[in-house]
């Protein structure tokens, strides 16, 4: 029996979620433009493996100066980004939720209300939490969560003690690490939105579209 681990930015959805987060959230700075490119310089650099998760995380968090309200809004938004291809197959997802799970370095705030139209199980979410202050306003991220350590997704994987063949499907360097640690048996690199080489020299499978995930899925 297999299982779908599947990563969220970049990979269900088209876009890095907390990239977005920045835009909305630093619409009004006159700083703005600088900002985001810094956060999108700090992301590339995490999924480069050039700075540990935690260090890119929280240098991200730091820089989004933002509100609740903000990020429920982008919470919608994120649901109208599914991956084409992902958007194509609705039917297996929901045919299969109790092998499917998501993780992801991202929130599970930003992450839910998309996560809900495939049908993915709240329980096999796999992501971070913001913490709020009590006017609403982002104060950081939820340290003890193992999602926010380093090697966050291996940690969690592993504490899951799943049964089957478990395959990582994903664009970045932390969805590699999955197999590297070898606590999934397969990495499939995921490139429909973006393609990572470093990432993809070291998949087993390379994949441009979410059928050839479902045909590998089924395979005997
Ligand atoms: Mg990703």
Same mark, same amino acid.
């Given at each position: 029996?297999?299982?779908?681990?599947?990563?969220?930015?970049?990979?269900?959805?088209?876009?890095?979620?907390?990239?977005?987060?920045?835009?909305?959230?630093?619409?009004?700075?006159?700083?703005?433009?600088?900002?985001?490119?810094?956060?999108?310089?700090?992301?590339?650099?995490?999924?480069?493996?050039?700075?540990?998760?935690?260090?890119?995380?929280?240098?991200?968090?730091?820089?989004?100066?933002?509100?609740?309200?903000?990020?429920?809004?982008?919470?919608?938004?994120?649901?109208?980004?599914?991956?084409?291809?992902?958007?194509?197959?609705?039917?297996?997802?929901?045919?299969?939720?109790?092998?499917?799970?998501?993780?992801?370095?991202?929130?599970?705030?930003?992450?839910?209300?998309?996560?809900?139209?495939? !049908? &993915?199980?709240? =329980?096999? +979410?796999?992501?971070?939490?913001? $913490?709020?202050? %009590?006017?609403? #306003?982002?104060?950081?991220?939820?340290?003890?969560?193992?999602?926010?350590?380093?090697?966050?997704?291996?940690?969690?994987?592993?504490?899951?003690?799943?049964?089957?063949?478990?395959?990582?499907?994903?664009?970045?360097?932390?969805?590699?690490?999955?197999?590297?640690? !070898? &606590?999934?048996? =397969?990495? +499939?690199?995921?490139?429909?939105? $973006?393609?990572? %080489?470093?990432? #993809?020299?070291?998949?087993?499978?390379?994949?441009?579209?979410?059928?050839?995930?479902?045909?590998?899925?089924?395979?005997?």
């Amino acid at each position: 029996m297999k299982k779908l681990i599947i990563d969220f930015d970049s990979t269900l959805v088209k876009i890095e979620t907390l990239d977005k987060l920045a835009e909305l959230a630093l619409a009004e700075n006159e700083n703005k433009d600088e900002i985001v490119e810094e956060i999108k310089r700090i992301t590339e650099m995490g999924m480069n493996g050039e700075i540990t998760f935690p260090e890119s995380l929280e240098r991200r968090i730091s820089l989004i100066n933002t509100h609740k309200d903000i990020v429920e809004s982008l919470a919608r938004l994120i649901k109208e980004e599914l991956s084409d291809s992902v958007l194509d197959n609705l039917d297996f997802f929901m045919k299969n939720r109790n092998d499917i799970f998501i993780i992801s370095g991202g929130f599970k705030d930003l992450i839910f209300p998309t996560a809900e139209i495939l !049908g &993915v199980y709240p =329980k096999n +979410i796999l992501a971070n939490d913001f $913490v709020f202050d %009590e006017n609403g #306003v982002l104060a950081g991220v939820d340290k003890e969560n193992l999602m926010a350590k380093e090697n966050g997704k291996v940690n969690q994987l592993k504490e899951l003690n799943l049964s089957g063949e478990l395959i990582m499907v994903g664009d970045g360097w932390t969805d590699y690490q999955v197999r590297e640690f !070898g &606590v999934a048996d =397969k990495f +499939i690199a995921y490139t429909e939105n $973006v393609s990572r %080489e470093k990432v #993809v020299r070291k998949a087993d499978i390379v994949v441009d579209n979410f059928n050839e995930v479902i045909g590998y899925f089924y395979k005997k």
